[in-house]
Nanobody, 124 residues
């Protein structure tokens, strides 16, 4: 089992940056594809991006491509979401998730473990 804890959220002005972190417990962290999702009030949870087990490949939603970057450090059992050029529409609770599959999947129901989320608010 994997426990995930997100941190790094906060209030930032449009155009600013934030770096979210996700700390994972468990010795098998390197066997999970990791994803980031977000959920705004009144909206469904949506895919932000994912990173493969080795960290060699990433995938992003079109809405964040070129602005957000996912990295991971398997030795530290951490995954990160660097968010640049933030927009008010990026405001949401951000979640990290772990998937036993080797594939980077965009649908939340494929992911096996979830953190509790961290709030990101972007002011205009």
């Amino acid at each position: 089992q994997v426990q995930l804890v997100e941190s790094g959220g906060g209030l930032v002005q449009a155009g600013g940056s934030l770096r979210l972190s996700c700390a994972a417990s468990g010795r098998t962290f390197g066997s999970y594809t990791m994803g980031w999702f977000r959920q705004a009030p009144g909206k469904e949870r949506e895919f932000v991006g994912a990173i493969t087990r080795s960290g060699g490949s990433t995938d992003y939603a079109d809405s964040v491509k070129g602005r957000f970057t996912i990295t991971r450090d398997n030795a530290k059992t951490m995954v990160y979401l660097q968010m640049n050029s933030l927009k008010p529409e990026d405001t949401a609770v951000y979640y990290c998730a772990a998937d036993r599959s080797e594939f980077m999947r965009i649908h939340a129901h494929f992911y096996d473990y979830w953190g509790r989320g961290t709030q990101v608010t972007v002011s205009s």
